[in-house]
């Protein structure tokens, strides 16, 4: 964090410190005046107070300074205002009081008001840095995750360039398939790192999540109904979650509903224990056959990315294909 500029910023914070320093400076302003009375010509009895309030309102604030301002004409009016040694009042002395009072206030309310100028200043040059350092925070976040879904693309396409040499003849699906995945990677991508949706809870953010799947997928005869607990989880581990979401609810949208039977997939995001997470999403579709119950070796793509996202969440994932079918994610929240 940079330096900041205290200028004209009161050194004084304490209003017991404050106080204390308003009366002496006050008294010092005073036995100043009264040794070098000799040396002055008559009519400058506040000489030596203006001085005593300046430094006072600088170092302490209004309020001293006030008190200040107040002892010194009290003191001056006292002791240097002919006829000395009493509070006598006329129409010469109350001219010259209410001149040292106006003069006093300016600049008690100048000197305050660029010390509150200049605290706004160095406020938001706190904020400005802070913003500098988010920025560059996510500049790096942003990076790191660009690269690790360039790796995961790359990945995608080699299984499914084997999957093609396997069987040439299912090439435009898995083209297809591949470019919904790539552009759904991307609109996750945009939303999680949007400074906009930043804010937003964990269950508005997967609710977004989830349109965006329906919407690539052309899946409007699906229901998908979300209730998540608004965990906080950092924005690497967010993105992660959300495309592990996106590609098991695109298996659910695929494959379990075919041909636009209408179906509903639910999906539950809890807290079962202090810092871990639990995801079901669960779909009311045709399941899976019976010998593909316990999580089959060779299931596919989306068996293997589903199983990767688990991975990088520090998690574990079993999948249930009975009666519809059920996957579950339990992974840590930190």
């Excluded at 002892?71 to 009493?86: C, D, G, K, M």
């Excluded at 002395?93 to 209410?98: E, I, K, M």
């Excluded at 995945?181 to 930043?198: C, T």
């Excluded at 989830?210 to 690539?216: K, S, T």
């Amino acid at each position: 964090m940079p330096d900041f500029p205290r200028t004209l910023v009161r050194p004084l914070r304490g209003k017991l410190s404050g106080y204390a320093v308003a009366i002496a400076l006050a008294a010092v302003a005073t036995l100043v005046r009264q040794v070098s009375d000799h040396l002055l010509p008559p009519g400058f009895p506040f000489l030596t107070f203006f001085p005593a309030v300046i430094v006072t309102a600088f170092v302490a604030g209004r309020g001293p300074g006030a008190l200040c301002g107040v002892l010194s004409l009290l003191s001056s009016w006292y002791f240097f205002i002919p006829p000395a040694n009493t509070f006598a009042i006329s129409w010469p002395v109350t001219t010259a009081l209410l001149f040292f009072a106006a003069v006093v206030i300016v600049d008690i309310l100048l000197i305050d008001g660029l010390q509150q100028r200049q605290e706004k200043l160095v406020e938001s040059q706190r904020q400005l840095a802070a913003m500098a350092d988010q920025q560059t925070l996510l500049f790096q976040e942003l990076q790191h995750r660009v690269a690790n879904n360039l790796a995961s693309v790359s990945s995608m396409l080699r299984i499914q360039r084997r999957q093609i040499e396997r069987a040439p003849e299912t090439a435009l699906a898995v083209l297809e398939s591949a470019d919904q995945r790539i552009e759904l990677m991307g609109r996750v991508h945009r939303q999680l790192y949007d400074p906009a949706a930043r804010e937003l809870a964990l269950p508005e953010q997967i609710e977004n999540v989830v349109a965006q799947a329906q919407d690539v997928a052309a899946a409007s005869h699906v229901t998908v109904v979300v209730d998540a607990v608004d965990a906080r989880l950092a924005i690497d581990r967010m993105m992660t979650l959300m495309l592990l979401i996106t590609e098991v609810l695109n298996n659910s949208i695929k494959h379990a509903f075919p041909e636009g039977s209408a179906g509903e997939v639910r999906l539950n995001l809890d807290r079962i224990a202090s810092g871990r997470l639990r995801l079901t999403i669960a779909d009311n579709g045709r399941g899976l056959p019976a010998e593909q119950g316990e999580m089959p070796r060779h299931r596919g793509l989306g068996n293997a990315i589903t199983k990767g996202f688990a991975t990088q969440l520090g998690g574990t994932i079993t999948v249930d294909g009975s009666n519809g079918v059920t996957t579950i994610v339990e992974f840590p929240e930190d």
